[in-house]
């Protein structure tokens, strides 16, 4: 595996406050893999996680059904 990072399509949340408060960024691997890439918009040079398409569907899914309403 390489260790450089394919091209990644950001995007950060309109729910953060001015478009660069502390929110996460995550956005499709340009490698047309259909993988998404997530990281800290404050820390964007640090650790990016990488999820598989069936691992993102799966989290989108859970957020959709409230399974993380912490707060």
Do not use: Q
């Amino acid at each position: 595996m390489s260790d450089t990072m394919p091209d990644v399509a950001w995007h950060i949340s309109t729910k953060s406050p001015d478009h660069g408060g502390n929110c996460v960024e995550a956005g499709p691997l340009l490698d047309g893999s259909g993988r998404v890439a997530v990281r800290h918009s404050k820390a964007p040079e640090a650790a990016t996680i990488i999820y598989t398409a069936e691992e993102w569907a799966a989290f989108v899914g859970g957020v959709r059904d409230g399974e993380f309403d912490f707060v």
